[in-house]
C-alpha cells in the first residue's frame, strides 16, 4: 500500500497536519480503506500542506532546555 508515512507522527494543533506526512488524523485513520487514486490524490496535495505547518518541536527537547538553563545562568 502506498503511503506518505515518514514515522514522525505528531500534529500540528494549528492546522491538524502531521508534521511528517501533512496528512489530517481523519486521513490518516481511514488511510487503509481508501482506494489507489484517493491515496494518490491526498498526496498530490500533501506537499502544500507540509508548507503551511510550523517545523518546531511541539515540547521543549532535554538538550534545548539544558541550553536555555546554562543561557539563562
Known amino acids: 500500500?502506498?503511503?506518505p508515512c515518514i514515522l514522525v507522527c505528531s500534529i500540528d494543533m494549528k492546522?491538524?497536519?502531521c508534521f511528517g506526512c501533512g496528512r489530517t488524523r481523519d486521513e490518516i485513520a481511514g488511510w487503509i480503506d481508501y482506494t489507489d487514486?484517493?491515496?494518490l490524490?491526498?498526496?498530490d496535495i500533501?506537499?502544500?500542506r507540509l508548507e503551511t505547518v510550523e517545523r518546531r518541536p511541539r515540547r521543549e527537547t532535554r538538550?534545548?532546555?539544558l541550553?536555555?538553563?546554562r543561557d539563562d545562568a
Open 46 to 48: 500533501l506537499p502544500a
Open 1 to 3: 500500500m502506498i503511503s
Open 63 to 65: 538538550r534545548r532546555r
Open 67 to 69: 541550553a536555555r538553563e
Open 15 to 17: 492546522t491538524g497536519y
Open 41 to 43: 490524490r491526498i498526496m
Open 37 to 39: 487514486t484517493e491515496r
